[in-house]
């Protein structure tokens, strides 16, 4: 004999706003998505930190307003008193009219979390995908669903669910903006997974979070009794006391994301390393940087190490210059070797010189020390620079034998960080 709720379920899962439900919250996500797509391309952190901030900040509201709209649909139909023949208990008819919302809008997440994760594959370096944060954003979808569902069946008004949709999006993206720990219990709360991963009872808290929320407000609703809703109750108030009590400390640095991927280094040329993700990028910056260290090689007090500034370089390394994704790298390709050439000489010749007190005599210097740094970066470069207009640095230094050169070199190179102006050798 077949199951009457069963068939009900299945019912409502094939007709009605339901299976609408899922491509819209997959196009939505898809479509957010897209337009960053070189950001997030080639990092499993990054793709799903901009999957879960879509989540929380745009598909939720959508799924709030159509179980919202769903809840509504017997005081539309004028049906709501024929409810109350049927044998099938309140809170059963409301579960099954709501679970096809929110069933629907998972498998949209789903959908868009697979067209993600095949568009990054390709260009993932280290890492791999949080199976927490998946959990987390599922927990809320289905959470959000039942609570629009029950918003709909008690406000009868019919602009409700455009209402429940724009009041959920400031709700979740307000807690974005403040300073506290509480900001942690918005499941749209922006998190940078590209450099951290979330604790191992990240998932089971935040989902006992919002969907103990969930069932205290829809046993609130329908059950008969009320006063179980209590258990539900405390326990997402304890998970929501955990979470602000723990608040950034949620996450932990990623070690693999924390690993330095480095060149072969050889005969006059200098050992490059970077962070684990960007490994796929490390022929492209060898080669980018390959003019300058040949024009460093026989330099006393070169580098022969290069790092990642965001690894940390220690004392003796050189700093490369920073590129992000979706600027710098756009699908592990560096959109302008040139400019990293650039920046990362500016890295290697920059000085954080304290400001001494004005006069004339130190301006003068000190446009002397600029132009000589400009000369210094478009020789290594073999670019010139625009930043200061004299030729006479360049000039000079081109015609300068090349072991004189190297020597003068070594001597710029040895400057202090912490410097005045005389102290930079004259070109």
């Known amino acids: 004999?077949?199951?009457?709720?069963?068939?009900?379920?299945?019912a409502e899962l094939r007709r009605g706003l339901a299976p609408?439900?899922?491509?819209?919250?997959?196009?939505?996500?898809?479509?957010?998505?897209?337009?960053?797509?070189?950001?997030?391309?080639?990092?499993?952190?990054?793709t799903q930190s901009q999957l879960h901030s879509a989540a929380g900040l745009l598909a939720c509201p959508l799924v709030a307003a159509a179980a919202c709209w769903q809840g509504g649909r017997e005081h539309r139909r004028r049906?709501?008193?024929?409810?109350?023949?049927?044998?099938?208990?309140?809170?059963?008819?409301?579960?099954?009219?709501?679970?096809?919302?929110?069933?629907?809008?998972?498998?949209?997440?789903?959908l868009a979390l697979g067209v993600a994760f095949a568009a990054t594959a390709p260009y993932t370096g280290a890492g791999s995908p949080s199976v927490s944060i998946v959990a987390t954003d599922l927990g809320f979808l289905l959470s959000v669903g039942f609570v629009g569902?029950?918003?709909?069946?008690?406000?009868?008004?019919?602009?409700?669910?455009?209402?429940?949709?724009?009041?959920?999006?400031?709700?979740?993206g307000f807690p974005g903006y403040l300073n506290s720990e509480a900001r942690f219990l918005s499941p749209a709360q922006a998190v940078a997974l590209e450099v951290s991963v979330p604790v191992w009872w990240f998932a089971p808290v935040l989902v006992a979070w919002t969907g103990g929320i969930a069932v205290s407000v829809l046993l609130a609703y329908a059950a008969r009794r009320r006063h179980l809703t209590v258990v539900p109750l405390v326990l997402a108030i304890a998970a929501g006391t955990l979470v602000v009590h723990t608040g950034a400390d949620l996450f932990r640095d990623d070690p693999a994301m924390a690993r330095r991927v480095c060149s072969e280094a050889g005969p006059g040329t200098p050992q490059i390393c970077v962070n684990a993700s960007d490994a796929p990028v490390l022929p492209q910056m060898s080669q980018a940087l390959a003019g300058m260290f040949s024009r460093l090689e026989g330099v006393p007090g070169?580098?022969?190490?290069?790092?990642?500034?965001?690894?940390?370089?220690?004392?003796?390394?050189?700093?490369?210059?920073y590129v992000m994704r979706g600027w710098g790298i756009t699908r592990n390709r560096l959109t302008d070797p040139r400019g990293y050439a650039s920046d990362t000489a500016l890295t290697l010749v920059n000085r954080d010189c304290q400001a001494g007190?004005?006069?004339?005599d130190r301006k003068k210097e000190a446009e002397r020390v600029a132009r000589t740094t400009d000369a210094v970066i478009s020789w290594l470069t073999g670019e010139d620079s625009k930043r200061y207009a004299d030729s006479r640095y360049l000039a000079h230094l081109k015609t300068m034998p090349d072991a004189d050169r190297k020597v003068w070199l070594g001597r710029f190179l040895a400057t202090p960080q912490r410097c005045t102006p005389a102290e930079v050798p004259v070109l």
């Open 1 to 10: 004999m077949t199951n009457p709720a069963y068939t009900a379920l299945r």
């Open 302 to 321: 070169a580098p022969t190490k290069y790092v990642d500034t965001q690894s940390g370089p220690k004392d003796g390394e050189a700093g490369l210059a």
């Open 79 to 110: 049906t709501a008193e024929l409810l109350l023949s049927v044998p099938r208990s309140r809170l059963a008819q409301a579960t099954t009219a709501a679970t096809p919302i929110a069933l629907w809008a998972a498998a949209g997440y789903l």
């Open 357 to 360: 007190p004005p006069g004339k």
């Open 20 to 46: 609408w439900t899922g491509p819209a919250v997959a196009l939505t996500l898809l479509v957010t998505l897209w337009g960053k797509a070189p950001q997030w391309q080639g990092s499993w952190g990054e």
């Open 149 to 172: 569902f029950v918003v709909g069946r008690l406000v009868r008004w019919r602009l409700i669910a455009p209402v429940l949709a724009v009041c959920a999006y400031v709700l979740l």
